[in-house]
């Protein structure tokens, strides 16, 4: 019927779509010895220390094209992580949704036993021991540029894990140096993080949309996730740690209101800071961490609201209450 | 009632910092209502709760429970506690 308020309530409630979904299970990834092809690749300028396995000659070239701005020793020393391209054999793990239950939310599922995770999204699944350091990327696709992409997502999944890890955590945030000091500008997207970070020196823009903290030698300190977002074509080329001055939640103003900061309660910063966590909301254990480590990070750096217009006088207030701190 | 097992929280200067699963948003609770929460363990009625209430905040029996009442009522509109 219609018009009938109970069908069409139903309708928006199908759900069985999903039917197709494949969740690999902790016996998946152990199956899979097959990989793509032969070549080994080293992530140079990375946070951390990766050695990618199993890869194309042509996603070698590929990845070395995406990645040639990263350049030096890895910002945080330790142990190499070992990543192995493998052949899922399957054609999908999740299915996306039917055109009518747009907008489309990033499908993707996890699950964590003792040291051991999984993750999987539409065509790619991850498993990474954080004991051994090492996992697989199980591919449904192993031409490019799908499987460039598929190592790209499983390194801001791993990055982040560690990141948890290391008492720190990834941020949607715009990240600028300044002096010897990280500045990060975080907020929801149409913020104004892409706009800070085009009001900023080029060379000074560790990244416009995605930043790690961690606590490494004494400090909190941030630097750019080295690869590359959603349609952008460069990378950030300052591969280093600097502490991090101050997190700046972005508030657009009116163009009449001068650029002004207030300091946030830690309660209110941490959870202004959480909701700009990838990945965080979605998965329980790596909700709990991210809450410890964010409280244990704003007790030392503090966090601002921003009442921030177009233009690049925002910079006065910032360094000015950085001045006087 | 108690607290919903898959929330995520961290009590940070006496405020509650709440996140759910699947949904991107943070509640950050007043410390009368962090309390509450930290309470919400299904171990405990809501009167012992109102009493805990009235000896950290000097409020009256009568307001306190009024106001705690509704404050579970919010936690139950954004599923933030269940039934024990």
Known sequence: MEGDPILTSALQEDQSWKIADRHPGWNFHPGLNESPGGEVLRLPGAPFPLRLEGLTGDSVANLKKRWRTLKGEPAISGGETRLVVVNAGVERFLVRPPVDQRPEEYRSGFASRDHEHLFWSYRFAIYFNEKSNQGKIAICRPESPYLEEAVENTLRIVFAWKALLMGGFLIHSAGIRRAGESYLFFGPSGSGKTTVSGLSPAADVLHDDLCLVVPWRGAYRAMGFPFLGDGRESLPEIQELNPVAGFYRLVQADAEVRAGLEKLPSSRGAAEIIGSLPFVSEHSQARLAALDNIARTVAQVPVFRLKFRRDASFWNAVEAERKVR | ?84
């Open chain 2, 1 to 84: 009632m108690r607290r919903n097992p898959d929330a995520a929280y961290k009590m940070i200067d006496g405020e509650a910092m709440i996140v759910l699963p699947g949904k991107g948003v943070v509640h950050v609770l007043s410390p009368s209502g962090s309390l509450i929460w930290d309470l919400l363990d299904g171990s405990r009625n809501l009167d012992s709760i109102i009493a805990r209430v009235c000896e950290e905040f000097a409020v009256d029996p009568q307001t306190a429970g009024s106001d705690a009442r509704q404050f579970l009522q919010e936690l139950e509109k954004f599923q933030m506690v269940a039934e024990v």
